[in-house]
Structure formats: structure tokens, C-alpha cells
């Protein structure tokens, strides 16, 4: 049930209609049969699967609450760590095995392939992080069906934000409807809606057959597709965040902002700031700080980067392409504490060429992150020595590319912020209505979110 499907408007039209109509006891448990059947919607089985380690992970924490012992802390870390290992690898070690042993496809054949659960990564790293945060004596009154609500909740369920337990549960309490939010959730819906469909689908059009067969294409066409793909995975990505959040806030809770105009950073530690925020500041906290944070040497410091980076970069896929991307940024952040970067404090040349330097490397890694194995990988580069002119569209492209940057200068600046209250009843409506008519016009592909793949 993907947020860009009919099914889940008409879910969440019938969820938010009888859960205001409800009385204000019974709305978190309405919530969690709309979150279960949101889940079991996709996968029964699965949904079970999920359902016992919710359930195994929470024995834990009562474990630690009883205990004050760190065992049953470890014991939840590493059976989370397991579940997602087994089903993000196991497959992939199996398919390596059996090219480098032919004969041991006819043991494996009789088995079925390992397929991976809908939004284990995000789940798995929820959930680990309220089991450090009660070791930490930080979770003590909360029961086991308000854990539930928290790790299924389906508006972040299946590609975050990331969670933690003070950004939740405290809004449980005072759950709440009013006009200012209900606006604030109409416009970050809309917005989403707008990046995926008018912008990341549309540049997915233009740039999947390129990746898909690079060396039928020019080296600049191939150039072009990692500007694109760039392009994609924001909108993409931060137009599934702004209908997440939007849905949230409809149903009266606010979740936490997952991007914050990333292509505008002057540095790499800044662009970390603001892209995919939940997932950097869960690895800052749960990885890097345990591992010493910046209370170490100098060279134990890099080190600590580097592998935390790395580790980031194959929580996204278990092949060399993904390593190779968690590498390349670690690397350059360790590059940047050594010999500096730009600031909002610099002179502007400066400024200039620090987000130049950002964008370029940001561009090498998303040339391995979409890439995804060495074989594509390969290709592509193979194809940058390819002669000919592009068969891109450029002005689409580029329209594409400049709507990408626009929509994230007004969202850094909050441009409209006091230029349309005015009139929220009329403003819309109208801003509806233009999207529908540019989605009616325009040949539309239903992409999935890429983020839902992990």
C-alpha cells in the first residue's frame, strides 16, 4: 500500500474519519488496528514475523527493567541485529556461494528464496534504540501496547523518520486536532505528492533506461543520469518524509523533520545534518558516541568515522557498491576535519567552492549508491567513453533539476511561510487543483519509494 496508491487514500480517509469520531480513550488502540492492518496488508506472514519481535524484543526490555543488567540490553541488540542480517544477507551470501559452487544449486533450489521484510531496517534500528534507551532508564512507564503503537506506527512505518521514544510518546496524552496543524499537514502533503510524482518519477522516466543499459547510451548522457538520479532520490525520498509527516500530524502527532534543504551544504558534516537526519543523529548516538565519540585520539577519531560511515553505508544493501559509498563520505569527513571547510561564516569564493566540492563528491556517491553492484557500476563506466550526444530531453531535464533546488530554497528560507496565510481555504484548494490537472496532463509511472527497498 504505497502512499502514492489509491488504496492508501481511501485507507487513510476511513482511518481518520472513524478515529475522530472516536472517543479520546480509544484512539491509539483504533491506531494500532489501522497500523496492523496497514502492515498485514502487504504480508500476513510477515506481519506475524514482525509481530513476534515487537513482542520478543519488548521481554527484553522488561528484562532490563527488572534486572538493571546490561545482558538482556545485549540479548535485544543482537537478536535485532540477527533478524536484519539474516534476511538483508543471508540471500545474497547464498547466491555467492552457489556461483562459486554450481553444484550446490540443487540443495538450494528446494528452498525458497529469503525475501525482506517491509521496512526491517527502520523497524529493527527503532527498536534496538528503545532497548539502549531503557537500559539508560529512560522508558519506564511505557507498556507494551503503547511500544507497539510506537515501532508500527504506519504513517513513518515504512521508510521513517526514525523514531525515539521522546519524539513519540509524549503526544500520546494529548492527542489533538487544530486548524494550524491540519493546514501545516494539507501543505506538507501536498508538497510530497509534488516532489514524488511531478519531479521523481518524472526524472525516474528519463534516467531508468540509461541505468538500466548505459552502454547503449553516451558518456554525457550516462553524466546526465547521476545528475538525475541525484535529483530522484531527493525527491523521492523527502516526498515520502513530507506525506509521513503530513499523515502524522492529521492524526494529531508530530514526528521529526528528515531533511533540511541537503544540496545547499557548504560541508559534507553539514550536509549530514540535513539529509536523512534520523538515521545520522541514530548513528551519532547508538554507534559513534559508544565508540568513543570525539573523546579519543585524533587517529582513533577518523577510524571511529570511517567504519561508522561505512557501517551507514551497508545498513543500505550488502553489496561492495554500498560500502564503497558509506566509505567515500566517511572518508571525506575525516578529509574535512583534517584540513577544514567552508562555513556560513566564510568569505563567499569560499563558500562557493565548498559546496561545489560537497556536490561533486555527492555525485560520485550516488553514482555507487544507484549503481548498487559492480556489474552496473562497471557499465557506466565503461559507457562515460562512449561518443555522441545526449538523448536526454535537456529542457525537461534541467526544469526538473532547477524545480528540484527551488522547492528547497523555499523550504531552507520558509518563503511561503507568512506570504499565504491569508487564506488557507482558498490557497489549498487552488494548489490541489493545479496538481491534479499537472498529474492529469502528464504521463505518470507509479514508482515505488525507493527507500522502500531497504
Known amino acids: 500500500m504505497w502512499f502514492n496508491s489509491i488504496d492508501y ?67 535485544g541488540i543482537i537478536f535485532n541485529i540477527s533478524n536484519l542480517l539474516f534476511f538483508k544477507y543471508s540471500q545474497s551470501i547464498i547466491n555467492g556461494y552457489i556461483s562459486y559452487n554450481p553444484q550446490a544449486l540443487s540443495f538450494f533450489s528446494e528452498f525458497p528464496n529469503i525475501i525482506l521484510p517491509l521496512a526491517i531496517s527502520f523497524y529493527s534500528f527503532q527498536i534496538i534504540a528503545f532497548i ?29 523518520p526514525i523514531m525515539r521514544h521522546s519524539d513519540f510518546f509524549h503526544q500520546l496524552k494529548n492527542i489533538r486536532q487544530n486548524e494550524s496543524d491540519t493546514i501545516e499537514a494539507l501543505y506538507r502533503i501536498l508538497s510530497g505528492v509534488f516532489k514524488k510524482v511531478l519531479i521523481a ?100 577519531l577518523n577510524f571511529n568515522t570511517i567504519i561508522v560511515m561505512s557501517l551507514g553505508g551497508l545498513w543500505h ?37 565548498g559546496w561545489a566540492i560537497v556536490t561533486f563528491f555527492w555525485l560520485v556517491g550516488a553514482f555507487a549508491f544507484r549503481s548498487g553492484n559492480w556489474d552496473v557500476l562497471s557499465k557506466m563506466i565503461a559507457s562515460f567513453s562512449n561518443p555522441g550526444k545526449t538523448k536526454i530531453f535537456l529542457e525537461q531535464f534541467f526544469g526538473l533539476v532547477v524545480l528540484c533546488y527551488l522547492i528547497q530554497f523555499f523550504e531552507w528560507k520558509d518563503f511561503f ?32 519509494f525507493i527507500y522502500f527497498q531497504f
Open 9 to 75: 487514500l481511501l485507507f487513510f480517509v476511513v482511518v481518520y474519519s472513524i478515529y475522530w469520531f472516536a472517543p479520546q480513550a480509544s484512539k491509539k488502540y483504533i491506531l494500532l488496528i489501522a497500523s496492523f492492518f496497514f502492515y498485514a496488508y502487504w504480508s500476513l506472514g510477515f506481519f506475524v514475523h514482525f509481530l513476534a519481535v515487537t513482542a520478543i524484543s519488548y521481554l527484553c526490555v522488561i528484562g532490563i527493567r527488572k534486572t538493571k543488567s546490561n545482558r538482556f540490553m545485549i540479548i
Open 201 to 300: 518519477d518524472q526524472m525516474a522516466r528519463i534516467i531508468n533506461p540509461i541505468w538500466a543499459d548505459p552502454l547503449s547510451f553516451s558518456g554525457t548522457t550516462t553524466l546526465l543520469a547521476i545528475l538525475g538520479f541525484s535529483i530522484q532520490i531527493f525527491c523521492d525520498f523527502s516526498g515520502y518524509t513530507d506525506i509521513a509527516r503530513g499523515c502524522a500530524l492529521l492524526l494529531g502527532y508530530r514526528i521529526p523533520e528528515n531533511f533540511r534543504a541537503p544540496y545547499f551544504s557548504l560541508n559534507f558534516a553539514e550536509l549530514w545534518s540535513r539529509w536523512h537526519i534520523t538515521l545520522s543523529t541514530w548513528l551519532r548516538d547508538y554507534l559513534y558516541i559508544p565508540l568513543g565519540g570525539s573523546r579519543v585520539s585524533a587517529l582513533r
Open 132 to 160: 539502549v534507551d531503557t537500559y539508560r532508564n529512560q522508558t519506564a512507564d511505557i507498556g507494551f501496547l503503547d511500544f507497539l503503537l510506537f515501532i508500527f506506527f504506519f504513517p513513518q512505518l515504512i521508510a521513517g
Open 317 to 353: 544493501g550488502n553489496t561492495y557498491a554500498y560500502l564503497i559509498w558509506g566509505f567515500l563520505h566517511g572518508s571525506i569527513l575525516v578529509i574535512e576535519r583534517r584540513l577544514g571547510k567552508a562555513t556560513v561564516e566564510s568569505p563567499i569564493p569560499k563558500k562557493i567552492l
Open 417 to 448: 511561510a507568512n506570504r499565504i496565510k491569508w487564506n488557507h481555504y482558498i490557497t489549498i484548494p487552488v494548489l490541489s487543483l493545479i496538481l491534479y490537472f499537472a498529474i492529469s496532463r502528464i504521463p505518470v509511472i507509479q514508482e515505488q
